[in-house]
């Protein structure tokens, strides 16, 4: 063998490759087993498969999770290119060219503005097949991170994680126009369900101002919520665009400090197919136009 030649190594397996990518984006054997509709021994023999051919460990073992090691973050990368471009042969040759873009965005953004601009992207790229989930912020989150959406756009803290695109989330203290309660002792507050975004912040805004408080409803529907402060369930933090005819915003003279910090933030990943970085530049656009009351845009390249 000359110094030019390299030895003959047999070419991966896309299946085996798969396995650890599902792997990866589960964070465990038996979730990824589930959705590969297979067993988990078979998938951890695919895995030890792939790791003897690379000659690397892959995947770091833990005892509630596990999570890809250096090289296998490499591997990852290279991996989620090659399925995809696979898939995109397959359809092709089968007459299906198509993508499948699944989009992640919280409930206040499913509206009047951006409902339009989604079915016009879908109208504008035919062969696209658009999946968009709506939820909580943390869930979206979650999801990205399992490999479960491609793209998200949510909302997060200030800075607490790099995303690609982040723009400034103004909230307002709202209470009902017709029955305000902001008066009461305790003040009722109508948030969303633990660890969901503004609720900890808005307790904690409270207690600074020496009041007493107690929850009077919770929900995950922005729309639920709405509905409980104009109805006179208590008053509750919410973004500037949400807020109706039905409220009246609370301010200095009635005690309540203004809450700063909050974010939109888009996700997706480096290796993000062309349709998903055109839908994200649309994302920004909507953002954009609901936001622009707020002169500043930060922005982290992918």
Not at 249 to 257: D, K, M, N, S
Request: proline share 5%.
């Amino acid at each position: 063998m000359t110094g030019s030649e390299k030895p003959n190594r047999p070419p991966l397996d896309l299946d085996l490759l798969r396995a650890v990518v599902m792997v990866a984006d589960c964070g465990s054997f038996t979730t990824a087993a589930t959705r590969l509709h297979s067993t988990q021994s078979t998938v951890s023999q695919k895995v030890r498969r792939l790791e003897e051919l690379v000659g690397h460990q892959l995947l770091t073992r833990g005892h509630r999770d596990v999570h890809p090691t250096d090289t296998g973050e490499i591997l990852l990368i290279h991996a989620r290119h090659l399925l995809a471009v696979s898939e995109q042969l397959r359809e092709a040759l089968a007459g299906e060219a198509s993508v499948t873009v699944r989009l992640g965005v919280p409930e206040d953004f499913v509206s009047d503005k951006s409902i339009p601009a989604l079915a016009g992207f879908k109208r504008q790229y035919p062969s696209v097949r658009l999946e968009v989930t709506s939820g909580l912020s943390r869930d979206l989150l979650a999801s990205f991170d399992r490999g479960e959406l491609d793209l998200i756009l949510i909302k997060q803290r200030r800075a607490s994680r790099a995303a690609n695109a982040c723009y400034p989330e103004p909230v307002q203290w709202i209470d009902s126009s017709e029955h305000p309660c902001w008066q009461q002792d305790p003040i009722p507050l109508v948030t969303f369900p633990l660890r969901g975004l503004y609720r900890d912040d808005m307790i904690a805004a409270i207690e600074a101002m020496g009041r007493n408080w107690r929850i009077s409803f919770t929900s995950t529907s922005l729309t639920g919520i709405q509905e409980a402060v104009a109805s006179g369930l208590g008053i509750s933090l919410l973004p500037f665009r949400a807020v109706t005819e039905a409220h009246q915003v609370l301010g200095t003279e009635q005690g309540f400090a203004p809450v700063d910090g909050f974010e939109i933030a888009i996700y997706q990943r480096s290796t993000a197919d062309v349709m998903v970085r055109e839908l994200a530049a649309l994302l920004e656009e909507i953002v954009e136009r609901e936001t622009r009351q707020v002169p500043l845009k930060t922005r982290i390249q992918a």
